[in-house]
């Protein structure tokens, strides 16, 4: 298909010179684009199908360089992408320098924040609409927040929601329903909005609609009458969203989210309601293209896949084992042998590799949806009467449970154990994902142990000792490869390094999974003449001081390397306890995240841009080589 409309859109001013018609070509150029985008490689998929409609519709009636729009999460943002000027740039789409997966402020003044974490959107369209009405700007302007039902149970959305009625005149939330997190949506909420659906205004129960709205008078201004019929209809019962308008909101729908006309009409008729406006604008994940509606679970952001047609698609997976697998077969295991166990996930099931667990064992799974700090809670109060929680969630989104991993957990020391997935560089994803505040954030609770495995090999022991260990237990691991060292593994025990050799010439200390690149590192460095010892550090949490202060005072030089931030990490452990000791630290060297947010680009890239693959490592031991041949 061309994209002969497409291609004329510089920026969404050039909608208004469209007639209707033409808008739905360009919904259905749109969905070609993005379909063959994911012909090229992985992204977000279905919502983006989903949202192209709502996306037209939106900046078709509001001036978002004036009026505020954020998209909840941001991973649907690619048609909004498109119609903000980044259509010539679009196949750059997630690849190191292209354009980023979610909004980015760099990018356009159409994204206003750099969004991928679910829910914060109605705090921030409420708190710019609070501010443009404290500035008063001479024109008012609307803050609308588009958010999906996955997104919409979070905590913080009901913290805006009960804040909204005082704070803001301009508020329009769009509940984008399309009845799926990543996986089926769950909860309370995800019933509540089914209900709306049924309601007559959605199914079309035109009569008793009819009936009741008759009684307003046709005449007079079309909006009066739409916010008249509204009170009409909710007075009569028939409106439903009771639970949004007991809390201040003016609710609106449910509508059908891919007609245009219908959209347009509708944000027209809420732009001149005074208060808060929740409209329910009803979506179908994937709409448009076959395969991502059959199975939306997949085509959330499916690998690459060859496209024949609207039907047939071969998927490219990927071969390789990555360590999501080996946690889920051990989280199994365990649920297998100790019913004590059980299993919590914050909606990513599918991400966390736990749907056949869900399915043999559904008494012990618990899916909270995006509820991270309930999770931990929840947890929590099950660890306290004797169960085993397993808390999977994405470092990342764990920072959400930030005080309950404190307080609940650590605080009261309860056998909780974290299983921290993609902690490191999430690649593509980029600044929103990468798990790299994690060592520093959890090394501060006293009574938590940390772990980190540094291969496969690890992380099956270090789970089996936390659901031993009377306290709370954090491992954390990689979004990558499960790479297995060629060794003799030594058992794990608490607090212990694995030391794989001793060197005479400098020692590398790897806390977590970039041990198998020490591992390369150090082979090069024999070959050319440098004998480089290798410790496993496996514990950040606590520190074995022994063999770590060993190494400083032994070697003529030290490298800790972690994916992490090396503000708080596993370096600064180091330094903390070599200074503790009265030991001179000069001769060790930090390998880890700087002090700065790292862009979006496939792992492997990001991290020898950083000297942190097995070159870097190389090169900063040939540096500190040279240095200390020279001091001697
Ligand atoms: C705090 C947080 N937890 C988990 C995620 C992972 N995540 C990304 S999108 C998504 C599903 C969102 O569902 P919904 O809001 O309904 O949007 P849809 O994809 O259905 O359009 C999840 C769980 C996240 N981005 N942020």
Partial sequence: MTQKILSTIQSPDDLGNLSLPQLEQLADEMRDVLCNLIACRSAHFASNLGVVELCIALHDTFDFRRDRLIWDTGHQVYPHKLLTGRFSKFDTMRTKGGLMGYPNPAESEYDLFMTGHAGASVSTALGLASGDELLRKEESRHSVAVIGDGAFPSGVVFEAMNNARRQSEKLLVVLNDNQMSICPRVGGVADYLDRLRINPMYTGLKDEIANVLSK?????????????????????????????????????????????????????????????????????????????????????????FERRENEIVTLKKSSSRAYTHVASEAIENQLRNNSRVTVLTAAMCQGNKLEKIRDEFPERFFDTGICESHAVAFAAGQAKVGMRPIVDIYSTFLQRAYDHIFQEVALQNLPVTFMLDRGGLAGPDGPTHHGVFDFGYLRVFPNLTVMAPGDAHDLPAMLDFSLKHEGPCAIRYPKAAAVEIDREVAPLEFGKSEVLSWGTDGCLIACGALLPRCVEAATRLRQQGLDIGIINARFLKPLDTEAILRAIRECSFVVTVEEAALAGGFGSAVLEATADAGIDASRVRRLGIPDHYIEHGERDELLADLGMDAVGIVDACKELAGNSIRAL
């Fill in 216 to 304: 307003v008078p046709l005449l007079g201004d079309p909006t009066e009458r739409f916010i008249v019929q509204l009170k009409e209809a909710a007075k009569a019962g028939l409106s439903g969203g009771m639970m949004f308008e007991d809390m201040g909101f003016r609710y609106v729908g449910p509508i059908d989210g891919h007609n245009i006309g219908l959209l347009r009409k509708y944000f027209k008729m809420v732009q001149r309601i005074e208060g808060p406006v929740l409209l329910h604008v009803v979506t179908e994940k994937g709409h448009g293209f076959t395969p991502a509606v059959a199975d939306p679970v997949l085509y959330h952001a499916p690998p690459q």
